[in-house]
């Protein structure tokens, strides 16, 4: 994980929390920032072939192992991968996170973009299609998250530094 600015770090800790007291207040799992290992792929000796660490993820509650050891990686994907795009970051690289979520399981990616305020969500059921939200669009997220209304603008509103 690379070290980030603030900007970056204000969006993490501002889209976690937005989705999280969502999720809490309803028992549908749990949310994270940066910093969980994901284990997309093993070897048969155990060794790890393909780990991803999403800036911020959701796991659903019935997919956490009884007996998880809560100080290990978490042995899958995530439900849901946020991606915050750094204007640095290739598409070639982009593309090859999304796949590696999408192949190993992840139900949605979302990857915004803050200098335009986009967000693109990548879908597991419906594959080579782009959902792009703006504005006031509410992001399509019954699936991980029934009944959430959510507009792409509510993931960048970001409080201001003035009084």
């Known amino acids: 994980m ?11 800790f501002h889209v976690a929390k937005l989705l999280d007291r969502y999720v809490f207040e309803r028992g549908l799992g749990f949310v994270l920032p940066e910093g969980l290992v994901y284990i997309l792929e093993q070897a048969p000796d155990g060794s790890i072939l393909k780990s991803r660490v999403p800036n911020v993820s959701f796991i659903r509650r019935n997919r ?41 399981g992840t139900e949605q990616v979302w990857m915004l973009y803050s200098e335009t305020e986009e967000v693109h969500q ?21 699936d991980l998250f029934p009944g959430l209304v959510i507009q792409a603008r509510d993931l960048f509103d970001l409080p201001s530094f003035e009084d």
């Open 2 to 12: 690379s070290p980030t600015g603030y900007h970056n770090a204000e969006l993490v």
């Open 64 to 104: 956490i192992p009884i007996d998880f050891d809560r100080d290990m990686p978490f042995p899958g994907a995530p439900d849901l991968a946020v991606k915050i795009v750094s204007p640095s970051e290739s598409r070639a690289a982009l593309f090859s996170r999304l796949r590696d979520y999408l192949d190993a």
């Open 122 to 142: 990548y879908r597991r059921d419906q594959p080579g299609l782009i959902h792009t939200y703006m504005g006031d669009e509410i992001i399509g997220s019954d």
